[in-house]
Protein backbone atom coordinates (compact mmCIF):
# COMPACT_ATOMS: atom_id res chain seq x y z
CA UNK A 1 0.00 0.00 0.00
CA UNK A 2 2.47 2.29 1.01
CA UNK A 3 4.50 1.42 -2.71
CA UNK A 4 1.31 1.73 -4.91
CA UNK A 5 0.91 5.65 -2.81
CA UNK A 6 4.85 6.22 -3.25
CA UNK A 7 4.87 5.38 -6.81
CA UNK A 8 1.72 7.41 -7.26
CA UNK A 9 3.67 10.48 -5.51
CA UNK A 10 6.54 10.08 -7.83
CA UNK A 11 4.25 9.94 -10.78
CA UNK A 12 2.64 12.83 -10.01
CA UNK A 13 5.98 14.89 -8.92
CA UNK A 14 7.44 13.29 -12.62
CA UNK A 15 4.62 14.84 -14.42
CA UNK A 16 4.56 18.46 -12.64
CA UNK A 17 8.03 18.37 -12.85
CA UNK A 18 7.69 17.94 -16.63
CA UNK A 19 4.96 20.21 -16.84
CA UNK A 20 7.61 22.90 -15.38
CA UNK A 21 10.22 21.83 -17.69
CA UNK A 22 8.24 22.33 -20.40
CA UNK A 23 7.06 25.86 -19.47
CA UNK A 24 10.54 27.27 -18.15
CA UNK A 25 11.89 25.53 -21.71
CA UNK A 26 9.37 27.81 -23.79
CA UNK A 27 9.74 31.22 -21.61
CA UNK A 28 13.84 30.64 -21.73
CA UNK A 29 13.79 30.09 -25.38
CA UNK A 30 11.58 33.24 -25.96
CA UNK A 31 14.06 35.32 -24.01
CA UNK A 32 16.57 34.03 -25.29
CA UNK A 33 15.48 34.73 -28.57
CA UNK A 34 14.94 38.62 -27.71
CA UNK A 35 18.14 39.21 -26.46
CA UNK A 36 19.81 38.00 -28.75
CA UNK A 37 17.51 40.20 -31.53
CA UNK A 38 18.79 42.79 -29.50
CA UNK A 39 22.44 42.01 -29.04
CA UNK A 40 23.81 39.97 -31.59
CA UNK A 41 20.85 40.74 -34.30
CA UNK A 42 22.41 44.68 -34.29
CA UNK A 43 25.94 43.74 -35.33
CA UNK A 44 26.07 40.60 -36.86
CA UNK A 45 22.28 39.77 -38.14
CA UNK A 46 22.98 36.84 -40.03
CA UNK A 47 24.64 35.15 -37.34
CA UNK A 48 21.06 36.41 -35.11
CA UNK A 49 18.60 34.40 -37.32
CA UNK A 50 21.36 31.57 -36.90
CA UNK A 51 21.15 31.33 -33.40
CA UNK A 52 16.95 32.32 -33.48
CA UNK A 53 16.36 28.95 -35.66
CA UNK A 54 18.98 26.81 -33.21
CA UNK A 55 17.43 27.73 -30.21
CA UNK A 56 13.84 26.69 -31.97
CA UNK A 57 15.23 23.65 -32.85
CA UNK A 58 16.74 22.88 -29.42
CA UNK A 59 13.28 24.03 -27.61
CA UNK A 60 11.30 21.73 -30.07
CA UNK A 61 13.58 18.80 -29.18
CA UNK A 62 13.53 19.29 -25.23
CA UNK A 63 9.67 19.86 -25.21
CA UNK A 64 9.54 16.07 -27.60
CA UNK A 65 11.51 14.72 -25.13
CA UNK A 66 9.62 15.49 -22.25
CA UNK A 67 6.31 14.85 -23.89
CA UNK A 68 7.86 11.22 -24.38
CA UNK A 69 8.79 10.74 -20.79
CA UNK A 70 5.99 12.19 -19.30
CA UNK A 71 3.74 9.31 -21.37
CA UNK A 72 6.21 6.84 -20.13
CA UNK A 73 5.32 7.96 -16.44
CA UNK A 74 2.12 7.67 -17.01
CA UNK A 75 2.18 4.75 -19.30
CA UNK A 76 4.96 2.77 -18.53
CA UNK A 77 4.88 0.32 -21.16
CA UNK A 78 4.98 2.64 -23.36
CA UNK A 79 8.81 2.63 -23.52
CA UNK A 80 8.60 -1.62 -24.36
CA UNK A 81 6.46 -0.49 -27.40
CA UNK A 82 8.77 1.88 -28.40
CA UNK A 83 10.10 0.02 -31.68
CA UNK A 84 6.53 -0.70 -32.69
CA UNK A 85 5.75 2.99 -32.34
CA UNK A 86 8.43 3.61 -34.24
CA UNK A 87 7.74 1.15 -37.53
CA UNK A 88 4.31 2.69 -37.29
CA UNK A 89 5.53 5.90 -37.21
CA UNK A 90 7.43 5.87 -40.26
CA UNK A 91 4.10 4.54 -42.26
CA UNK A 92 2.63 7.50 -40.40
CA UNK A 93 5.28 9.87 -41.58
CA UNK A 94 4.86 9.06 -45.16
CA UNK A 95 0.91 9.38 -45.08
CA UNK A 96 1.48 13.12 -43.15
CA UNK A 97 4.41 14.06 -45.46
CA UNK A 98 2.06 14.03 -48.30
CA UNK A 99 -0.57 15.54 -46.56
CA UNK A 100 1.07 18.17 -45.11
CA UNK A 101 3.85 18.88 -47.50
CA UNK A 102 3.61 22.75 -47.95
CA UNK A 103 4.33 22.60 -44.38
CA UNK A 104 7.17 20.76 -44.27
CA UNK A 105 8.70 23.03 -47.64
CA UNK A 106 8.05 25.53 -45.23
CA UNK A 107 10.35 24.13 -42.80
CA UNK A 108 12.87 23.16 -45.87
CA UNK A 109 12.91 27.13 -47.30
CA UNK A 110 12.97 28.25 -43.27
CA UNK A 111 16.53 26.59 -42.90
CA UNK A 112 17.65 27.46 -46.45
CA UNK A 113 16.85 31.30 -45.75
CA UNK A 114 18.32 31.37 -42.28
CA UNK A 115 22.10 29.08 -42.92
CA UNK A 116 21.93 30.71 -46.28
CA UNK A 117 22.06 34.28 -45.37
CA UNK A 118 19.66 35.20 -47.79
CA UNK A 119 17.50 37.23 -45.54
CA UNK A 120 18.51 37.98 -42.16
CA UNK A 121 16.53 39.72 -38.95
CA UNK A 122 16.89 43.52 -39.17
CA UNK A 123 17.34 43.64 -43.19
CA UNK A 124 15.28 45.92 -45.26
CA UNK A 125 13.46 44.35 -48.24
CA UNK A 126 10.76 45.15 -50.77
CA UNK A 127 8.20 42.56 -51.18
CA UNK A 128 5.45 42.63 -53.40
CA UNK A 129 5.89 46.65 -53.69
CA UNK A 130 6.27 47.15 -49.80
CA UNK A 131 9.14 48.20 -47.73
CA UNK A 132 9.41 46.29 -44.81
CA UNK A 133 12.08 45.19 -42.56
CA UNK A 134 12.41 41.71 -41.53
CA UNK A 135 11.21 40.89 -37.84
CA UNK A 136 11.54 37.28 -37.47
CA UNK A 137 12.35 34.08 -39.23
CA UNK A 138 11.06 31.32 -37.99
CA UNK A 139 10.82 27.41 -39.17
CA UNK A 140 7.17 27.94 -40.96
CA UNK A 141 6.75 31.72 -41.78
CA UNK A 142 8.88 34.75 -41.90
CA UNK A 143 7.13 38.08 -39.71
CA UNK A 144 7.41 41.51 -42.12
CA UNK A 145 7.06 44.96 -40.26
CA UNK A 146 5.91 47.67 -42.69
CA UNK A 147 6.20 51.23 -42.51
CA UNK A 148 2.57 51.62 -41.40
CA UNK A 149 3.13 49.59 -38.21
CA UNK A 150 1.44 46.71 -39.94
CA UNK A 151 2.65 43.43 -39.95
CA UNK A 152 2.53 40.39 -42.82
CA UNK A 153 2.88 36.38 -41.85
CA UNK A 154 4.62 35.14 -44.93
CA UNK A 155 5.02 31.21 -45.23
CA UNK A 156 8.87 30.82 -45.86
CA UNK A 157 8.20 28.69 -49.19
CA UNK A 158 6.86 31.90 -50.49
CA UNK A 159 9.71 34.10 -49.58
CA UNK A 160 12.19 31.32 -51.10
CA UNK A 161 10.13 31.46 -54.34
CA UNK A 162 9.26 35.55 -54.43
CA UNK A 163 11.47 38.34 -55.71
CA UNK A 164 12.87 39.85 -53.20
CA UNK A 165 15.19 43.27 -53.64
CA UNK A 166 16.92 43.83 -50.56
CA UNK A 167 18.24 47.37 -49.64
CA UNK A 168 20.73 45.67 -46.66
CA UNK A 169 22.79 43.86 -48.68
CA UNK A 170 25.42 44.11 -49.78
CA UNK A 171 25.07 47.89 -48.97
CA UNK A 172 22.55 50.04 -47.53
CA UNK A 173 22.95 52.76 -50.17
CA UNK A 174 20.12 52.57 -52.42
CA UNK A 175 18.81 55.32 -54.92
CA UNK A 176 15.62 57.23 -54.58
CA UNK A 177 14.44 57.42 -58.47
CA UNK A 178 11.63 60.18 -59.78
CA UNK A 179 10.65 59.48 -63.32
CA UNK A 180 8.94 62.64 -64.77
CA UNK A 181 8.01 63.83 -68.36
CA UNK A 182 8.54 67.50 -69.61
CA UNK A 183 6.69 68.90 -72.63
CA UNK A 184 9.03 69.14 -76.07
CA UNK A 185 8.95 72.97 -75.76
CA UNK A 186 10.43 73.52 -72.51
CA UNK A 187 13.84 73.56 -72.54
CA UNK A 188 15.64 70.22 -71.73
CA UNK A 189 18.45 71.81 -70.20
CA UNK A 190 17.03 73.77 -67.59
CA UNK A 191 15.31 70.70 -66.46
CA UNK A 192 17.62 68.49 -66.04
CA UNK A 193 18.97 71.32 -64.56
CA UNK A 194 16.09 71.87 -61.64
CA UNK A 195 15.83 68.27 -61.13
CA UNK A 196 19.83 68.25 -59.92
CA UNK A 197 19.05 71.42 -57.72
CA UNK A 198 16.07 69.67 -55.89
CA UNK A 199 18.46 66.61 -55.27
CA UNK A 200 21.49 68.22 -54.02
CA UNK A 201 19.18 70.55 -51.73
CA UNK A 202 17.51 67.44 -50.23
CA UNK A 203 19.46 67.24 -46.79
CA UNK A 204 19.22 63.11 -46.95
CA UNK A 205 20.70 62.94 -50.46
CA UNK A 206 24.28 61.91 -50.19
CA UNK A 207 27.22 63.91 -52.15
CA UNK A 208 29.14 60.76 -53.41
CA UNK A 209 27.72 59.38 -55.46
CA UNK A 210 26.34 62.24 -56.89
CA UNK A 211 23.11 62.81 -58.05
CA UNK A 212 22.24 61.99 -61.86
CA UNK A 213 19.57 62.78 -64.37
CA UNK A 214 18.67 60.02 -67.05
CA UNK A 215 16.81 60.74 -69.98
CA UNK A 216 14.62 58.25 -70.74
CA UNK A 217 12.76 58.41 -74.31
CA UNK A 218 10.38 60.29 -76.24
CA UNK A 219 6.69 59.94 -75.31
CA UNK A 220 3.77 60.72 -76.93
CA UNK A 221 3.47 64.04 -75.29
CA UNK A 222 6.90 64.58 -73.27
CA UNK A 223 10.53 64.03 -73.03
CA UNK A 224 10.91 61.62 -70.31
CA UNK A 225 13.38 61.90 -67.68
CA UNK A 226 14.54 60.04 -64.82
CA UNK A 227 16.66 61.63 -61.07
CA UNK A 228 18.43 59.13 -59.54
CA UNK A 229 19.62 60.19 -56.01
CA UNK A 230 21.57 57.90 -53.72
CA UNK A 231 20.53 58.08 -49.70
CA UNK A 232 22.26 55.85 -47.37
CA UNK A 233 19.02 54.66 -45.43
CA UNK A 234 16.52 52.63 -47.24
CA UNK A 235 14.14 52.71 -44.66
CA UNK A 236 13.08 56.40 -45.75
CA UNK A 237 13.20 55.93 -49.80
CA UNK A 238 9.45 56.91 -49.88
CA UNK A 239 9.76 59.86 -47.60
CA UNK A 240 12.18 61.17 -49.55
CA UNK A 241 10.97 60.39 -53.26
CA UNK A 242 7.78 62.14 -51.81
CA UNK A 243 9.91 65.48 -50.87
CA UNK A 244 11.85 65.46 -54.23
CA UNK A 245 8.12 65.65 -56.33
CA UNK A 246 7.88 68.50 -54.13
CA UNK A 247 11.29 70.41 -54.97
CA UNK A 248 11.16 69.31 -58.47
CA UNK A 249 7.38 70.96 -58.97
CA UNK A 250 8.67 74.35 -57.11
CA UNK A 251 12.20 74.44 -59.44
CA UNK A 252 10.34 73.12 -62.87
CA UNK A 253 8.17 76.35 -62.23
CA UNK A 254 10.95 78.52 -61.52
CA UNK A 255 12.70 77.90 -64.61
CA UNK A 256 9.53 77.35 -66.91
CA UNK A 257 9.36 73.58 -67.53
CA UNK A 258 5.96 72.78 -67.98
CA UNK A 259 5.27 69.03 -67.65
CA UNK A 260 2.31 68.34 -70.40
CA UNK A 261 -0.62 66.36 -70.19
CA UNK A 262 -2.63 65.00 -73.23
CA UNK A 263 -4.05 66.90 -75.90
CA UNK A 264 -6.62 66.00 -78.37
CA UNK A 265 -7.32 68.47 -81.52
CA UNK A 266 -11.14 68.02 -82.80
CA UNK A 267 -12.35 69.89 -85.83
CA UNK A 268 -16.16 70.57 -86.13
CA UNK A 269 -17.66 70.57 -89.48
CA UNK A 270 -21.02 72.79 -89.97
CA UNK A 271 -24.06 71.21 -92.01
CA UNK A 272 -23.90 73.84 -94.28
CA UNK A 273 -20.39 72.64 -95.26
CA UNK A 274 -21.08 68.80 -95.41
CA UNK A 275 -23.88 69.82 -97.80
CA UNK A 276 -21.38 71.65 -100.05
CA UNK A 277 -18.75 68.95 -99.70
CA UNK A 278 -21.78 66.32 -101.10
CA UNK A 279 -22.36 67.79 -104.87
CA UNK A 280 -18.43 68.12 -105.19
CA UNK A 281 -17.59 64.67 -104.58
CA UNK A 282 -20.55 63.47 -107.07
CA UNK A 283 -18.90 66.21 -109.62
CA UNK A 284 -15.86 64.46 -109.27
CA UNK A 285 -16.49 61.13 -109.65
CA UNK A 286 -19.18 62.18 -112.92
CA UNK A 287 -15.71 63.77 -114.48
CA UNK A 288 -14.06 60.59 -113.93
CA UNK A 289 -16.23 58.75 -115.23
CA UNK A 290 -16.39 61.24 -118.57
CA UNK A 291 -13.00 61.15 -118.76
CA UNK A 292 -13.03 57.34 -119.25
Known sequence: MIDNAASILWSIGSLVGSALTIF?????????IEYVKNTLGRKNSSMASMAIVALKITAASIITITVYYMIKTVYPDAALTL???????????IVLGLAAQSS?????????????QALRVGDIV????EVAVIEDISLTHTILRLRDGRTIVIPNSNMLNSRIVSYTMPEEKVAAS???????ESDLNDAIKAMLEAAR????????????????????????????????????????ESDLISMIYERFKKYNV??????????FKSEMEE??????????EIQEKGGV
Open 126 to 129: EYEG
Open 258 to 267: EIPYPRRVLI
Open 24 to 32: LTYKVMKYL
Open 83 to 93: SAVITAAGFLG
Open 201 to 240: DHPKVLKNPAPQVIITGFGDFSINLKLLAWISDPWIKPIV
Open 275 to 284: QEQVPAQVKG
Open 104 to 116: LGNVFAGLVLVFS
Open 178 to 184: ITVGISY
